[in-house]
């Protein structure tokens, strides 16, 4: 676990790799091991990561055949899964990992060399893309995800915080449904917030879904290619939304560092519980 430090920022990088088979068996090997230690640390009541050792890095190792290290990272990622789940005061069933994400430690887990991505266990996954900013700064622990096809590694850096200063001025944001405003007294920016077009996708799904489902019986549940065309409609307009924000907020940034100034927001909480006290 890396330690607090006020003086450096903590951020995930992505590269971008090859879906190997042997990568996406390990990666279902890995889930299914961790499923098994997190159900076995809440049945036992393990709380600490000696006795977790104890009871399961044997079995990881030998009934799983998972490398060592990844046995190892393996319980140390259901023991915060499990933690997670205690500290949940809603918590509900016991639960259960259904993403395919794998937790990797770096030097003894996997290393990045030559164009690949090599895990311990002999898997070797090609670089496809990489984001070069950060490769000055060391690499620390690393998770390897898979889904929809792309396989990405992300990789944990520590860089120093950028230095603060004092702002001149504000640069004031307000949200609303179709736009996002900016500015101040003299600058005054719109920009979409992609709700219409991430609509249209929505109404697609509905259409598809409506299209195969009966008052008896719901075919768009049953029929694989229709519910992947559904989920593909939700996740074309979840890209939409995110996408959008994420470039608008970058240029909001970029606008206030360019000019000296902070960025400030207005805050709505509890808006409509104060004006039902108006008299």
Same mark, same amino acid.
């Given at each position: ?85 205690? /500290?949940?005061?809603?918590? $509900? +069933?016991?639960? @259960?990992?259904?993403? *395919?994400?794998? %937790? #990797? ?85 719109? /920009?979409?917030?992609?709700? $219409? +077009?991430?609509? @249209?996708?929505?109404? *697609?799904?509905? %259409? #598809? ?71």
């Amino acid at each position: 676990m890396l330690a607090v430090n006020e003086g450096v920022l903590t951020l995930s990088v992505a590269v971008r790799v090859s879906p190997e088979p042997a990568g996406v068996e390990l990666l279902k090997t890995y889930r299914t091991a961790l499923n098994y230690a997190l159900n076995r640390i809440l049945s036992l009541n393990l709380r600490a990561i000696k006795d977790v050792h104890k009871a399961l890095y044997r079995e990881l190792v030998e009934w799983f055949g998972l490398p060592s290290r990844v046995a190892v990272d393996c319980y140390r990622d259901a023991l915060a899964n499990a933690n997670a789940w205690r /500290r949940n005061p809603s918590r $509900g +069933r016991r639960p @259960r990992v259904e993403k *395919l994400s794998m %937790l #990797l430690h770096q030097g003894s887990g996997y290393r990045v060399r030559d164009g690949y991505v090599e895990i311990i266990g002999g898997v070797r996954l090609r670089v496809i893309g990489r984001d070069r900013r950060y490769d000055c700064y060391p690499s620390g622990e690393a998770r390897l995800t898979y889904k929809s096809g792309k396989m990405v590694l992300w990789v944990s850096k520590r860089i120093p915080k950028p230095e603060s200063y004092t702002p001149r001025d504000v640069v004031g944001v307000d949200v609303n449904e179709e736009k996002i405003v900016y500015g101040d007294e003299s600058i005054n920016v719109e /920009r979409s917030t992609g709700i $219409g +077009r991430a609509e @249209r996708f929505k109404v *697609l799904a509905e %259409l #598809l879904q409506k299209k195969y489902s009966s008052p008896r019986y719901p075919t768009w549940k049953r029929r694989r290619g229709i519910l992947d065309g559904i989920r593909a409609f939700h996740e074309k307009a979840k890209n939409i939304l995110v996408d959008n924000a994420r470039k608008v907020a970058r240029e909001i940034a970029a606008t206030a560092k360019k000019l000296g100034y902070a960025v400030t927001r207005e805050n709505l909480k509890g808006l409509n519980e104060s004006l039902r006290k108006l008299p």
